[in-house]
Each structure stands twice: as structure tokens, then as C-alpha cells.
């Protein structure tokens, strides 16, 4: 009955030191894997029909319709942009990215991210959030994908982005290929 009983516990201590330490086993294939595009045409102050995104925030005295010279440091700006599943923009969108950009340093292109793409089509149903540090100078820049609703719930990994086209300072269109790493 003693040896029993003290296999019992020894076989507990060693689930228990199992569970205290995960396993730290990377997953280095993705479970999922997308690739769409996000159409941006910042509005200038004669495109309000056309217009998915606005500058909010400026530095003092800066005109809300044009970026800030120097790198557009201190614009802030908010976007409801069509996703598309092709680089045209006039293509059928399969749901909106939602958020805002903020351009945060002096001496060089790059902003800051925080956004949402809302799915909607026959495809794909939910949410996928995403933030992160955007060096726009880099040919491609990767940002944090930190969850999901819907198909993608709870879903975490990274989205490469590339600057796909841009027309001056009034449109551009961003590829983002979104390889998940936790699927549930």
C-alpha cells in the first residue's frame, strides 16, 4: 500500500512540474494564411466623396486638409478604408479596415498603427486586430496581429506589410499578408 501510494505521488509531483513549465516549442508553420489589400484616399479638402481617411490632429496651426511638412510628424489620422482581395480598388470589398495612424518621428517617414479589419463576406466572418510600429521607408515592415472575433477568434501572429502603390499624398494601397501562428 506504501510503495502505491508513494507512486501516486511522485507521478503527481511530475505532472505538477510538467504543467509548471510550458513548452516553449514555436509553431514555425502558420495555421492560417492571408493576403488582402486596404485602399487609403486621405482626404484633401476637395475629395470628400471619394475620402476614407481624414487627418484629426496636427501639429498647432497646421491646415486639418494637407500633412505636416517634416516627415508629417504630429498627424494623426483615422481611417474606414474598402478591403479588397485584389490590388484594384474598384474590385468587390470584402470588408473595411478600421483605425487610426500616427506619424511619430522627426527625421524620417514612419507611423504608428492601430486597426482593425472587419470581414464581412461570404469567406470570411469577424475581426482582426493589428498594431504596431509602420517604418514606411522599408520596402516591407511587419506589425503584431493581437487577436480576432468570428473566424478568427482569439487568433494571434504577424501581417507583413507592403506598400503596394501611392499616388502623392492622397492615396495608397497597402498589401498585408497575414500569417496566423495561434488559431483557434
Not at 521607408?137 to 506589410?161: C, P
Amino acid at each position: 500500500m506504501a510503495a502505491i501510494t508513494c507512486s501516486v505521488i511522485i507521478f503527481l509531483m511530475f505532472l505538477s512540474l510538467c504543467s509548471a513549465f510550458p513548452s516553449n516549442r514555436r509553431q514555425d508553420k502558420p495555421c492560417k494564411n492571408l493576403i488582402l489589400y486596404f485602399h487609403d484616399i486621405i482626404y484633401n479638402g476637395e475629395n470628400a466623396g471619394n475620402a476614407t481617411s481624414a487627418i484629426v490632429a496636427a501639429p498647432e496651426g497646421a491646415n486639418l486638409t494637407k500633412l505636416a511638412g517634416q516627415f508629417h510628424f504630429g498627424n494623426i489620422a483615422v481611417f474606414d478604408d474598402p478591403i479588397t482581395l485584389d490590388n484594384n480598388l474598384h474590385s468587390k470589398p470584402v470588408g473595411r479596415a478600421q483605425g487610426f495612424y500616427i506619424y511619430d518621428t522627426k527625421n524620417t517617414y514612419t507611423s504608428w498603427l492601430g486597426f482593425t479589419f472587419v470581414l464581412n463576406s461570404t469567406d470570411h466572418q469577424g475581426t482582426i486586430n493589428f498594431a504596431g510600429a509602420d517604418p514606411l521607408m522599408q520596402k516591407s515592415r511587419d506589425i503584431s496581429v493581437i487577436g480576432g472575433t468570428g473566424d478568427f477568434f482569439m487568433h494571434r501572429g504577424v501581417a507583413t506589410i507592403v506598400t503596394d502603390a501611392f499616388e502623392g499624398e492622397v492615396y495608397f494601397r497597402l498589401r498585408v499578408d497575414i500569417k496566423f501562428y495561434e488559431c483557434w
